[in-house]
């Protein structure tokens, strides 16, 4: 059984930073890319970040290159997102997910079959 469980989610004022964590449990963590992905009230949910299962290499949304950052600890089978100068925008639910079969690397939201229960991420003007 897969469980991914997030934390670090809040409530910041903008240009401020938060650090989202996520902590799998199931799989071999370390042969699986892991993503992040956010929903805004009302929007469809998009992609955020990826990594590759090494960590070796990361990718991200155009919105997100230079403030965020995506990475991950085999070792504590956890992956992190640091969001920095965070904008009233980028409010949403923050997602982790881990990627449908090993050794593949993606950024497409359906190609990741199990998925963390979300955490808020709210910027405040």
């Known amino acids: 059984q897969v469980q991914l469980v997030e934390s670090g989610g809040g409530l910041v004022q903008a240009g401020g930073s938060l650090r989202l964590s996520c902590t799998a449990s199931?799989?071999?963590?370390?042969?699986?890319?892991m993503g992040w992905f956010r929903q805004a009230p009302g929007k469809e949910r998009e992609f955020v970040a990826a990594?590759?299962?090494?960590?070796?290499?990361?990718s991200y949304a155009d919105s997100m290159k230079g403030r965020f950052t995506i990475t991950r600890d085999n070792a504590k089978n956890t992956v992190y997102l640091e969001m920095n100068s965070l904008k009233p925008e980028d409010t949403a639910v923050y997602y982790c997910a881990l990627a449908r079969r090993s050794y593949y690397y993606t950024q497409t939201q359906y190609e990741y079959d199990y998925w963390g229960q979300g955490t808020q991420v709210t910027v405040s003007s």
């Open positions: 990594v590759i299962w090494s960590g070796g290499s990361t």
């Open positions: 199931g799989r071999t963590f370390s042969t699986y890319a």
